[in-house]
């Protein structure tokens, strides 16, 4: 819950509202954290700070409790192979609400092999934009431990590479768990959905 008083709009150097024409004190401020499945955040705590008064907005800051999930590397696998690889077909952004997009690209990231290079759609000037064949990266893992591997995650940003300003540039994010997706379903194809 919140135990403080809203902290915007303040004057600067005093710890007073700002008394204009329809601007009512308000909390603008906000700690936002998102948790992933098979993990969990828990909020132990929520402050302002009134005594920082160098802007309109006094700061907030968050305590969380984070459950953390320690990879399982063992130094007794002599063999590393096979390595599992995650090979895409197609990825279709559907059922989009938002502007066309002039120039779509797609960043892969996963905790196993890192960030690849953003890949161009196949169309532009489109609201839905998809990918696909040779162009698409295939993420290799470093490691053939499963679990480890069921405690992962890829995430797919898609952007608008015709934007010169990189903070502008992010359209969407899926976020696909690989719990319950790795053990005993080698070599089966999957539909992934997010």
């Known amino acids: 819950p919140i135990t403080f008083a809203p902290t915007y709009r303040m004057q600067v150097g005093s710890d007073q ?10 909390y603008c401020a906000r700690v936002m954290t998102r948790s992933m499945s098979n993990t969990w955040v828990k909020c132990t705590g929520y402050r302002a700070f009134p005594k920082v008064q160098v802007s309109e907005h006094q700061p907030v800051n968050a305590t969380f409790i984070v459950r953390c999930v320690r990879p399982t590397m063992s130094c007794f696998m002599k063999q590393q192979s096979p390595i599992p690889r995650f090979i895409f077909e197609d990825i279709q952004w559907t059922e989009s609400t938002g502007p066309i997009i002039k120039k779509p690209q797609l960043v892969m990231m996963a905790q196993f092999p890192g960030a690849n290079k953003p890949v161009e759609a196949m169309q532009g000037s489109t609201s839905s934009p998809a990918w696909g064949g040779d162009k698409l990266p295939k993420l290799e893992s470093v490691t053939q431990a499963q679990e480890y591997l069921e405690t992962c995650h890829i995430v797919m940003i898609v952007q608008e590479a015709s934007e010169k300003r990189e903070d502008k540039r992010h359209r969407g994010t899926a976020h696909i768990p690989l719990f319950s997706r790795i053990i005993g379903v080698q070599d089966l194809q999957q539909e992934f959905e997010s």
């Open 17 to 26: 509202y700002m008394a204009e024409k329809g601007n009512a004190p308000s």
